[in-house]
């Protein structure tokens, strides 16, 4: 397989950005709302969706197995669906690029039908261990080959019928959770997650919104009890998809390190199992106000009106790492600019993502002069205060969309320009991105030179 050439970025900032902006929408919400609009029986829509990469990959993946899907010219996207147990055999493999996410809730979602399903992925989503999906699935019946040590390519071998069953979550998972709840769809009898840890609920919420007949009970140690009927029968709904909060966090943090910085981005999901950034930003002592606070789509909704910041240092508690687990490596970056030392533990989540970002951001903090100590689950970070950081250095992005982004932002507070060695990886999940910052006001250096 060919690739294309690696396309470095560079980007500054030399004078305070200002101006209001918006993210593109929830990548979690967009990847539901089109799997459980084509599993509806009727036409279902979506307004905002995220139109990256990984998206896309899930809306192939879904008209490869009989849904009806199409973008009209006002950016509104119509599903016709199949309705529960009608997914089709898929004539090729399911390429899922770089999405974790897609390939994790569509293995559930095969798991319960009576189809063959191959995936595969590029290089960084190959090297993702799945054994965390394929296990529960397995003991509802499904049957699974993989490449060594769990990996892509695999093919799913569906059970029809499945076999419900009561699972305990061993580690916080909203991936994996999400996979039995769509493999309990179509299994007849009530399938039951039990996560001691809440994670992001967005599978629950649409579910229900689609009429699924699904409760959640809160136990008195504090875990939740999902419990779902199966053989659904999903009514269409009309979607509106939020802003998405990890990728808003890009410029917010930006915002908040640059100094004189005024920004408003508006239209920022902000559901409480997923705002653990902005939260931990709050207790550093952002300036960060919630704007027009409102309901979109059952999901709470903001304007974030930031200002730029002197931040303390902070020790993350270990119950808001699922809320924000795709955000640490740019709130890593607002650390190594903050007072005095941050300690950012029980991350052990964040080493089998698109890659192992403990060690991908401490070795790329280090290179532009920021003071990182790596332990096994996290990392500790003495910040520089507000001074800039050295920069000068060229950082791997490993293909991982956040590590690319996240080093972006922080080139913008170093002495001297950071080149990210490829921008490609951004496009996974928010193609806009530098587009956005140049409107706050960011530039693009050697923009000839590197094209």
């Known amino acids: 397989m060919s690739h294309a050439p690696a396309l470095p970025l560079r980007l500054s900032a030399t004078r305070p950005l200002a101006g209001r902006v918006a993210v593109p929408g929830d990548k979690s919400i967009s990847h539901r709302s089109l799997m459980l609009s084509a599993l509806a029986v009727g036409t279902s829509r979506v307004e905002g969706l995220l139109e990256g990469e990984d998206v896309l990959a899930t809306a192939a993946a879904m008209r490869a197995m009989g849904a009806t899907i199409e973008r009209g010219d006002d950016g509104v996207w119509t599903i016709h669906g199949v309705g529960v147990g009608g997914l ?29 399903t191959s995936f595969v992925g590029d290089a960084s989503l190959s090297k ?18 993989t490449s060594p040590g769990g990996r892509l390519p695999l093919m799913v071998r569906g059970a ?13 998972s909203a991936q994996v959770k999400s996979a039995i709840l769509l493999a309990g769809l179509n299994t007849p009898g009530i399938t039951r997650v039990v996560e001691p840890v809440p994670t992001r609920d967005h599978s629950e919420r649409m579910l229900a919104g689609f009429g699924a007949d699904l409760t959640v009970e809160t136990q008195e140690d504090g875990a939740r009890v ?5 053989e659904a029968e999903l009514k269409p709904q009309n979607i509106v998809v939020p802003g998405d909060p990890s990728s808003a966090g890009f410029p917010v943090v930006a915002g908040l390190i640059v100094p004189g910085s005024d920004i408003v981005v508006e239209n920022v999901g902000l559901n409480p199992t997923r705002d653990g950034l902005y939260r931990m930003l709050r207790m550093m002592g952002a300036d960060i106000a919630y704007e027009n606070e409102r ?18 240092g902070i020790t993350t508690p270990l119950d808001v790492v699922p809320s924000m687990v795709d955000e640490f490596p740019v709130l890593f970056v607002a650390c190594a600019l903050a007072k005095g030392r941050s300690v950012l533990r029980g991350l ?3 080493r089998v993502k698109e890659s192992d970002r403990v060690t991908v951001m401490a070795e790329g903090l280090r290179a532009i002069g920021a003071t990182v100590e790596e332990v096994e689950d996290g990392l500790i970070i003495d910040g520089t205060g507000g001074a800039l950081l050295a920069g000068g250095a060229t950082v791997a992005t490993h293909l991982d969309h956040r590590i690319a982004m996240s080093f972006a932002v922080a080139s913008l507070a170093c002495a001297q320009p950071v080149t990210v060695d ?21 530039a693009e250096l050697d923009a000839e030179a590197l094209a």
Do not use: K, W
């Open 226 to 230: 999902i419990s779902l009927r199966g």
């Open 348 to 350: 052990d989540e964040l």
């Open 160 to 172: 029809c019928p499945a076999v419900p069953i009561e699972y305990r979550l061993p580690v916080a």
């Open 128 to 145: 993702r261990p799945m054994g965390r999906v394929t296990g529960p699935l397995s003991e509802m019946g499904a049957e699974f080959t």
């Open 88 to 116: 089709l055999q898929p004539e090729a493999a399911l390429d899922m690029g770089n999405s974790g996410t897609s390939t994790r809730l569509l293995m559930g979602l095969v798991s319960s039908h009576a189809i063959t």
């Open 422 to 442: 490829d921008r490609a990886p951004i496009a996974t999940s928010f193609p806009q991105f530098i587009r956005l910052m140049e409107t706050l006001g960011a």
């Open 295 to 312: 309901i979109v789509g059952g999901e709470p909704v903001a304007d974030l009106h930031v200002r730029a910041s002197t931040l303390n």
